[in-house]
C-alpha cells in the first residue's frame, strides 16, 4: 500500500471499530476538560478520573480554584504524577482565567498556551473537545502508531502532528486521534501483547510492486 491507501485504511478500520468515542476523561464543561488534561500529563487517564470528582466538588470552576493554597490543591491530586508542579500550575492558571478573561476558557491556542501547565497538545485538546475546532492533538501513543504504521517520520510530536494534518481529512480529525488512542490501548499496547493488533498486519500484507 502506498501512504495514502494506508491513511485511507485507518480511517476505514477505525471507523468500523469506534463508530462513536467519548473523550477518556470525565468533565462537564471546557474548564474541568481543561483541568483535566493538564493533570493527565506523565499520568494515566483513569487515575485523573478517580481523582478529579473531589477536586472538582471543592473548586470546579477558576474563581474556587485560585482561591485554594496550592498545597490545598495539591493534597487533593496527590495520587497523580508531579501533583505538586501541576497544583501550583492550576492555581496560577485560575487566577490568569479570572483576572484576563473573566474566568471562561479562551478559545485560542495562544491564550490557552499562555496558562501555566498548559502546552500544545492541552491546548489542541481543548480546542477540538470543548469548542469543535478542527484539531489533531498528538500524544505518545499516536506518535508511537503513526510512526509503526509509516505515516509519518516525524522525530516527536510537532512533526507527527503535522504530517497527520496534512495526511488526514480536516473533518475527522477531532474523531480519528481519539480512535487511534482507542485503538493504540486495546489492540496494540507500548508494553505487552501486540497479538490483536490487526490493523498494523492488514497494512503491511501486501508490499508496493
Do not use: C
Not at 122 to 149: E, N, Y
Not at 176 to 184: A, M, T
Amino acid at each position: 500500500m502506498t501512504k495514502k491507501q494506508r491513511a485511507e485504511t485507518v480511517i476505514r478500520e477505525l471507523e468500523k471499530l469506534y463508530p462513536e468515542v467519548p473523550i477518556p476523561l470525565d468533565h462537564s464543561d471546557p474548564y474541568t476538560l481543561l483541568v483535566a488534561v493538564a493533570l493527565s500529563a506523565q499520568t494515566t487517564d483513569k487515575k485523573v478520573n478517580q481523582i478529579t470528582p473531589k477536586l472538582f466538588e471543592v473548586a470546579g470552576d477558576p474563581f474556587k480554584m485560585k482561591d485554594l493554597e496550592a498545597e490545598e490543591i495539591r493534597y487533593l491530586i496527590k495520587e497523580i504524577g508531579l501533583a505538586n508542579t501541576k497544583a501550583k500550575n492550576l492555581k496560577k492558571a485560575a487566577e490568569i482565567l479570572v483576572e484576563k478573561h473573566n474566568g471562561t476558557v479562551p478559545q485560542t491556542y495562544e491564550e490557552l498556551e499562555e496558562l501555566p501547565g498548559v502546552g500544545h497538545k492541552t491546548a489542541s485538546v481543548v480546542m477540538s473537545q470543548a469548542f469543535g475546532f478542527p484539531a489533531f492533538p498528538v500524544d505518545t501513543h499516536i506518535h508511537r502508531l503513526m510512526t509503526q504504521w509509516k505515516l509519518t517520520s516525524g522525530k516527536n510530536v510537532i512533526e507527527t502532528e503535522r504530517d497527520a494534518k496534512k495526511l488526514f481529512p480536516e473533518h475527522t480529525w477531532n474523531k480519528l486521534h481519539l480512535q487511534i488512542i482507542f485503538y493504540g490501548r486495546e489492540y496494540s499496547p507500548a508494553r505487552g501483547n501486540r497479538e490483536k493488533d490487526f490493523l498494523t498486519k492488514m497494512l503491511f500484507e501486501k508490499t508496493d510492486l
